[in-house]
């Protein structure tokens, strides 16, 4: 059976979009309305603490400074949100499904964050991290499911599509096809390319997206051949985790270990642009010296490279390579 599709052209699309942006606006006008609102709650019962303090016994300070830290926190937290919102503003979404579970079919768009609308109750953008987004990864058109906390959902999907979104302007809009990410790919790889590495959550394949949503490994190897993309699968994996377990993992609970200062730097922009805190890192050499407690001596990679610029050493430079 045919339904009717919502947003049916690409024109329909762009006016789809503006209506995005402006309920995107109107939210970040709010949040900064209830983040003045938290500080000035804040100084207001600082000042109330520091006039009546002499008069307050012990447990009525505690209950202040408890208000202003509870304050605080939730102040900290809207900022936290305004910030996901403004990246949201800039390109709201990279892709849409429209999945129905036998009635009419419902648009999913997937976004880098979910972007909740509280007057109709419910979400208008789908964080690409939950359950419902992996069929973006995993399915074309006909028959899809996904894990909901609930149990397995089935369903159909009947239109897929993709955006380019920059600055807040569509600037081009694909059909769903069988290889629609190659096409999508092709456009992203033309484009002028960057010092650091950029996040891939609009391009990721069905087999990609398995090794970022995988739950059942503890440890997880990560093995390709060179440029096949295992460092971006491994830092979208982390967004991922940090994402499903937000309550038990945090970004102070993660550290990344580099080869060197420069591979820390190409890759240093990828879980900012997800929307997550940068990570603690540490270089080989930083652990090397740590670990071996200056015992043993090794070559250091400046040293490495300083040797390689500087003697034709064709022996060295085969085993560097064998690395």
Partial sequence: MAYPVQHPTEADEKIYLEEIKDKLSKAITAIDSAVNAHAKDVQDTKNYLYENKAGMDHVEKVSVRQSITQTAIIGESAVAKKKRLAKLMNSPYFGRIDFSEGE???????????????????????????????????YELGPAAYEAPSGKVEGDITLKRQYRIRQGNMEFMLESGLNIHDDVLQKELSQTSSERMKNIVATIQR????????????????????????????????????????????????????????????????????????????????????VLEGKYKFQTFFEQVNMLLEQDNNEFKARIKLD
């Fill in 207 to 290: 087999d990609q997206n398995a090794i970022i949503r995988n739950e059942d490994a503890g440890t997880l190897i990560i093995q390709g051949v060179a440029g096949s993309g295992k460092t971006s699968i491994a830092l979208h994996r982390i967004a991922f985790l940090l994402y499903r377990y937000k309550d038990t993992i945090k970004a102070e609970d993660i550290l990344i270990i580099s080869p060197n200062k420069v591979f820390a730097d190409y890759i240093s922009n990828v879980l900012p642009e997800l929307g997550e805190e940068q990570m603690a890192e540490k270089g080989m050499e930083e652990l090397a010296h740590e």
């Fill in 104 to 138: 009419n079919p419902e648009p999913l768009y997937i976004g880098i964050h979910t972007f909740f609308d509280a007057e109709k109750n419910t979400n208008l953008i789908h964080d690409w991290r939950a359950p419902i987004a992996s069929m973006f990864y995993d």
